[in-house]
């Protein structure tokens, strides 16, 4: 009997690709960049499996290309990238690779929080620029974090770990979130609120909600003007959540202190983008879940879902349970 094809899309870590061996046949896209939009259609149309990550676009069109296609696994929390109502009506099962990189995205939160409060980032390169002349009462002065207000958009697994972090640094917490969190509500002393009341008395907020069609653009040019003129905007999430041309004129023009962003609504972000101009925004390129450990997590979690998919076991991280069929 002939194994079932996997068609890798990014040299993910061993950990992940050994447990794949001697179970299905696959075959890895070795380059750098992402995989050619022609090379995935043409690998998928003979793939039982796919095991993509969020630089692969797995739409309507892919998908009605892939005739033997019996799950996509994500390498990542988030599945923008995948058309899930599609695969489900093609009864294609999507996963995804939550929990392993809890802590590391909340860690990478809360590194843009300190670095956008005490202004790290712009620090260093005014050091390396010979521009250090003399220690000074007010030289590069920046905010508390300790005892300041944290405002969470989107108390999931990242956001409550953002928020056991918060309440390491003394800060008061406030949240938007569909349903009430009674546990970090209790241990936290986090408190649930309209997304008005937590830009209007944050001093650092977070976003840690997915990307769909409730959220894009969540914060835009009147939720910017809603928040402190001292506050810091950190996004974690994904880039279309907030609105980037608002955010250049929020960060430009002093209706906030500043912005933390790991992700953008094009990424790579262009080297034009105007937000790059200024130093009151840091930005990281994408690496939330950038830890070994998280990643090698995020390689075994996607290779046992697509292992299971094709075993015909139900995978642990089933984005659409509806797709499943015993
Ligand atoms: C990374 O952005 C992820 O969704 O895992
Ligand atoms: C500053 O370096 C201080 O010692 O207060």
């Keep these: 009997m002939s194994l079932p094809k996997v068609y890798v899309s990014r040299r993910i870590q061993d950990a992940g690709l050994l447990l794949l061996n001697g179970r299905v046949e696959y075959e890895v896209w070795e380059e750098i960049g992402p995989v050619e939009r022609g090379v995935l259609l043409e690998k998928g149309a003979t793939a039982d499996g796919l095991l993509v990550t969020l630089s692969d676009r797995i739409d309507e069109e892919l998908l009605s290309r892939c005739p033997q296609l019996k799950v996509v696994g994500n390498y990542a929390v988030g599945y923008d990238n995948i058309d899930v109502k599609a695969a489900t009506e093609r009864g294609v099962l999507v996963t995804n690779t939550p929990d392993v990189l809890t802590n590391a995205t909340a860690d990478i939160a809360f590194a843009l929080l300190l670095a956008s409060a005490r202004r790290v980032v712009e620090a260093n390169e005014f050091l390396r620029s010979g521009d250090w002349v003399t220690w000074h009462p007010n030289l590069l002065l920046g905010s ?8 969470i958009v989107g108390m999931g697994k990242i956001g409550q770990a953002v928020a056991r972090r918060a309440k390491g640094f003394d800060m008061e917490i406030l949240y938007v979130n569909r349903s009430p969190k009674p546990e970090i509500e209790r241990t936290l002393g986090a408190r649930r609120v309209a997304l008005e009341e937590l830009l209007a008395a944050s001093d650092f907020i977070s976003l840690h909600c997915p990307l769909n069609e409730e959220t894009r653009g969540l914060i835009g040019e009147e939720e910017l003007r809603a928040m402190k003129r001292t506050a810091f905007l950190i996004n974690t999430s994904r880039g279309p959540v907030l609105d980037q041309k608002a955010l250049f004129k929020a960060c430009s023009e002093g209706w906030i202190g500043g912005a933390g962003l790991d992700v ?15 130093k009151n925004v840091t930005t990281l390129p994408h690496l939330g879940s950038a830890t070994i450990k998280a990643r090698e997590g995020m390689a075994r979690k996607a290779a046992e879902n697509v292992l299971a998919a094709l075993e015909g076991r139900r995978p642990v991280d089933l984005v659409n349970p509806e797709a499943f069929r015993a």
């Design 144 to 151: 508390d974090v300790s005892g300041s207000t944290l405002g």
């Design 264 to 278: 953008f609504e094009k990424e790579p972000v262009p080297l034009d983008e105007p937000l790059l101009t200024l």
